[in-house]
């Protein structure tokens, strides 16, 4: 720049050399717009960074409920070196392109701890699928639930009582105790502390994903999660 090197104390500049040195940085810019480019991925890198940083201190903050809550249901690899926890709606478009993607990621890395937790953001529907799951858990068991929860993620029906009674006899269960049990305290207890540990995590939408002490927020294929829990598996 043409300006002197003892006017580059910024404090004591002058009106006249101030308006000098904006208009040398304009002209750099903009003969060298890439270099805005550089600093808004820089920005960008060190915010990503940040909010994985505050990731990790709210999943350690959390880690009893999110990774051992007595009601959860839990599959793949009870004893795996790697803990996936997905929040999930059964009314949400991204959870069930994901259903697909996990249940063959879990099958396939044969060393992943799945827990599913119920969590419906979508609507009434949605918290009506959800009971009717949790419910089913409640009175017929677990490979009960995941029956209804594989059944729920892939059906097109109407989520209501008469849905729910031909999905029940289709799988062999007891469709009055289960709809019976629906609306109970024990049901809506599992739901409020699914969401209460939501908000805590700040989980805005679904699926969302704890993988370890990793937030992963949002639908990832299956390459894309086997390649975050080879580089857990890699620390």
């Known amino acids: 720049m043409s300006l002197p090197a003892q006017a580059l104390d910024l404090d004591n500049l002058s009106t006249a050399d101030r308006a000098l040195l904006r208009k040398e940085i304009r002209a750099y810019l903009l003969e060298n717009p890439e270099v805005i480019m550089e600093a808004v991925a820089v920005l960008e890198e060190r915010q990503a960074t940040g909010q994985a940083e505050a990731d990790v201190q709210l999943v350690r903050a959390n880690a009893e409920a999110l990774f051992d809550a007595p009601l959860d249901w839990v599959g793949g690899n009870p004893d795996g070196d ?31 701890r799945f827990i599913l937790k119920e969590f419906p953001i979508l609507g009434e529907e949605s918290v009506a699928a959800s009971r009717f799951a949790i419910a089913t858990k409640q009175v017929a068991g677990d490979d009960a639930y995941k029956s209804v929860h594989d059944a729920l993620m892939t059906y097109n029906g109407a989520m209501n009582e008469a849905g729910f009674t031909r999905l029940a006899d289709a799988l062999g269960l007891d469709a009055n105790a289960i709809i019976a049990e629906m609306q109970s305290d024990a049901v809506t207890e599992v739901i409020a502390a699914n969401h209460a540990l939501g908000q805590r995590l700040r989980v805005s939408g679904t699926p969302s994903f704890v993988m370890d002490d990793r937030m992963l927020r949002g639908y990832l294929p299956q390459d894309a999660m086997q390649q975050v829990a080879d580089e857990i598996r890699a620390q």
């Open 82 to 112: 790697i803990t996936l926890v997905e929040f999930m709606d059964y009314r949400c478009g991204y959870c069930r392109r994901a259903f697909e993607d996990v249940k063959n990621l879990v099958k396939e890395d044969g060393n992943i």
